[in-house]
């Protein structure tokens, strides 16, 4: 049950220490017993204990002296303090401490169990968040965002600056660039790491749903509104939100977004109290903001707010050097979860994989590596692993195999239809790939009778 757990017991008494090793062991723990505070430091500094049972009044190191080091030396020790000298001044002080719990002497055996069970749980509960922060961290450090060029380099330097204070950041790129990435890297080296990181997709809801999302509701302020509920700034607290598809919400929501930005609070929806949030916001949008703001389509107070410090994504076809990098990385991640041996890409894959536009980005590479594997590419992926519209030499679409008596409104539907037919009728991807919203391209689709297959 204990599966072996660590514990030091520190006490001046022998007949402490080998009572209370005795029953520890028993229990089926892995117990070390000292006699002073000292010894105890020095066996904590040589191996590693998950928690120490310290006498508090001890000649030279007391209990609470030790525990400040042990705290520092290891956080994730869990203490407990054993006394005959118990008072509510120095429990206090111990618990202020860090300490787990706290046992006056003579203590029941039976509470001893119970407290350092409970306190075993804990030390594992704060290794394994450890752990996972360390992790999380790794995964979004700026060297497991894949790229050499120049473009990329700029990123990485900004994403670097940026990370260290707690401006407003504004993503801008085209889908599939790899905006939450950098959302994320800026976040986990920053400050708020062990804070939440909290995502929300603000052209995937319709309006009324986004506002309650982003600020929580009220029990009764509207139909289906059974309980209260926080929202996502409250959910982000001293942490970081990020708002994706920031363009595509309405001028109502934006005057409320404006009001968070500018007073650090929020308003749930069918409530009247403010609550006061310190979060982060950091935003993204594959739309030209300013050209929108021209065109009135945009507050321009709310993107001055947004726009303090602003990231450039550059596309695929405007960092090809990446490509190979990407590629290998790509086939290295979806090789090993499928446990084959592929290993490499041929050249004259990969002659394909450069000479092709990406109009779907990082996001669509990596969709062609996955397939690629998935399809049960062997040895090394070759041209006929990869998708047609990659392989075709002749015949491509360019600007001079257009007819110049077609209408913009006909090439448009012909390059809709194009894409769509590239994912299978799959609309979401399509969208990621043309740049635009689910919605738009609906809405195209009607205007133009394009039918999914």
């Not at 599966?3 to 090793?21: K, M, Q, Y």
């Not at 080091?69 to 407990?80: A, C, H, M």
């Not at 490509?323 to 290295?332: E, G, R, S, W």
């Not at 990596?366 to 590419?377: D, K, P, Q, S």
């Amino acid at each position: 049950m204990n599966n072996g757990a660590s514990i030091l017991v520190v006490d001046d008494e022998e007949r402490v220490r080998t009572l209370l090793s005795r029953l520890l062991t028993e229990e089926g723990y892995q117990v070390d017993a000292v006699a002073s505070g000292e010894e105890a430091l020095r066996a904590a500094e040589e191996g590693s204990y998950e928690v120490v049972l310290t006498d508090l009044m001890m000649p030279g190191m007391s209990g609470i002296e030790l525990l400040v080091q042990l705290r520092r030396l290891n956080s994730e020790t869990e203490v407990i303090l054993l006394t005959a000298h118990g008072t509510v001044d120095s429990a206090v002080e111990a618990m202020r401490k860090g300490a787990f719990h706290y046992l006056s002497k003579p203590f029941k055996l039976d509470e001893v169990r119970v407290y350092v069970q409970k306190a075993v749980e804990e030390s594992r509960n704060q290794r394994e968040l450890l752990g996972l922060r360390r992790e999380v961290r790794q995964r979004f450090e700026f060297s497991n965002i894949i790229g050499k060029s120049k473009p990329m380099m700029e990123v990485f330097d900004l994403i670097r600056r940026v990370a260290r204070s707690n401006s407003t950041v504004l993503i801008q790129g085209k889908s599939g660039t790899g905006k939450e990435l950098v959302a994320k890297a800026i976040h986990y080296n920053s400050p708020r790491s062990s804070q939440p990181f909290i995502a929300i997709n603000c052209s995937a809801i319709t309006e009324t749903l986004l506002e309650s999302e982003l600020f929580g509701h009220m029990k009764g302020s509207f139909t289906g509104a059974v309980s209260s509920k926080k929202g996502l700034f409250e959910e982000a607290q001293s942490g970081t939100i990020f708002l994706d598809e920031i363009g595509e919400i309405s001028a109502a929501l934006q005057v409320k977004l404006l009001r968070v930005l500018q007073d650090h609070e929020i308003r749930r929806v069918g409530g009247n109290q403010s609550i006061k949030v310190d979060v982060r916001v950091i935003t993204a949008t594959n739309r030209d903001l300013a050209e929108a703001v021209r065109q009135k389509e945009f507050r321009d107070d709310f993107y001055y707010r947004l726009n303090v410090v602003t990231i450039h994504l550059p596309t695929l076809k405007d960092r090809p050097e990446d490509i190979p990098l990407l590629a290998q990385h790509f086939l290295a991640k979806y090789a090993k979860a499928a446990g084959t041996g592929v290993s490499q890409i041929s050249k004259d894959a990969m002659r394909a994989l450069m000479r092709y536009s990406w109009p779907g980005n990082i996001r669509e590479l990596e969709n062609v590596i996955e397939r690629a594997i998935t399809l049960g590419a062997e040895g090394e992926i070759q041209p006929e692993d990869l998708p047609d519209v990659l392989r075709r030499e002749e015949g491509e679409i360019t600007l001079d195999a257009i007819p110049v008596e077609m209408s913009m409104q006909e090439v448009e539907k012909a390059h809709i239809e194009r894409v769509l037919k590239h994912t299978g009728g799959q609309v979401s991807q399509a969208a990621r790939m043309l740049g635009i919203d689910r919605r738009t391209i609906y809405r195209k689709m009607q205007a133009y009778n394009i039918r999914r297959d």
